[in-house]
């Protein structure tokens, strides 16, 4: 065998011995490991010795369920078919299960040969079971907090006729409190579908003009007491972004509405195309942000989603925008207020 391979390259041992949690193995002949790390212990359960001249009897600690698909992912990259990632269940011999991503690379010779197939594996386990987590917690806000809500609403609404004139204001503020909450569940659920996918976000080209349109018609009927102006013209560009981007306009203008302090709020809208980037600017005459909390609104930085002041929508934003190679801020409006500021790259 070649000392090139990095499978018999000591040094290379070393390092990949020292890592807990992940495995590392090298294959040059179908059927044999080359090597494997330490950590595959720290995994399987069982010591890399016992599994060096025998495959079967990894794959015989894969879960039932993933072994054939594992094993095929397997043959697929010794044959030189190409590299792989994918997930499985490992049992180890006390019955307790691991999930593991295993990454195959194929290395190959001056000829295009494969030479070697490199195997890294992860254990995620503690990452799926996060994942679980959040899609439990999905399900109760998005079905059974919803629910409840809506029930709650049409009751209240059935009161509308039965309530004296110098009391309908506190059932009002009973029923924009309940769409307030439903509209959180909607929030909620973007959030929990952007941090729970495995898969990178699928960006695309979308029209700018047509997702601000169609949320400003929504708010609109939403908030009847707020006047909503747009400056100028929309322009018909397309940005980066997908289904996701009329979560972040949403958020922003329902922000701007539901922060403000002023019996009329007023939430003007210009959108400008630049040559290389679209910059919406969304501004309201609320309150506004101190400079000390401008930074913080979005939850960034350590402090995440726990920073002072921060909800759950502005924090979304900032992920999505991100997400899209974009940009959000927040700057003072004059006399009074705050102008959120986004920026999108342009498509066309």
């Not at 994942?131 to 399900?139: A, K, Q």
Request: aromatic share 6%; proline share 4%.
């Amino acid at each position: 065998m070649s000392n090139s391979s990095l499978g018999q390259r000591p040094d290379f041992q070393d390092l990949f011995d020292q890592l807990d949690g992940v495995a590392l193995w090298t294959v040059s002949a179908p059927g044999e490991f080359d090597y494997i790390s330490a950590g595959f212990e720290d995994i399987w359960g069982i010591p890399p010795e016992a599994v060096m001249d025998d495959i079967a009897l990894l794959l015989d600690a894969i879960h039932p369920e993933d072994r054939d698909r594992v094993r095929q992912n397997i043959e697929a990259s010794a044959q030189g078919a190409h590299d792989e990632a994918y997930e499985g269940r490992v049992v180890r011999p006390d019955g307790s299960i691991r999930w593991v991503l295993t990454r195959q690379v194929l290395l190959r010779d001056d000829d295009g040969d494969v030479s070697e197939v490199v195997g890294v594996c992860t254990d995620i386990t503690e990452q799926k079971r996060r994942e679980r987590e959040l899609e439990l917690l999905n399900r109760i806000v998005r079905h059974d907090i919803r629910n409840d809500m809506g029930v709650v609403l049409g009751w209240a609404e059935m009161l509308e006729d039965h309530v004296d004139d110098d009391r309908s204001e506190y059932l009002q503020k009973i029923l924009d409190s309940g769409e307030h909450v439903v509209e959180l569940t909607e929030v909620a659920r973007d959030y929990v579908e952007t941090i729970a996918s495995n898969e990178s976000v699928t960006i695309a080209s979308v029209p700018i003009r047509s997702i601000l349109e169609t949320e400003l018609s929504i708010r609109r009927e939403s908030f009847p007491e707020a006047t909503f102006v747009v400056e100028g013209t929309l322009p018909d560009v397309e940005v980066a972004g997908n289904s996701m981007l009329s979560s972040v306009f949403r958020n922003l203008l329902n922000n701007a509405v539901q922060h403000n302090d002023k019996d009329a709020p007023r939430v003007e809208i210009s959108c400008t195309a630049r040559d290389d980037d679209v910059e919406v600017r969304i501004a309201d005459n609320g309150p506004g942000i101190p400079d000390d909390r401008k930074e913080l609104a979005f939850g960034k930085g350590d402090r995440g989603l726990g920073s002072p002041g921060t909800g759950i929508g502005l924090y979304l934003v900032d992920t999505l925008v991100t997400q899209y190679g974009g940009s959000v801020r927040v700057e003072d409006n004059e006399p009074t207020g705050a102008v959120f500021v986004v920026e999108l790259p342009c498509t066309d």
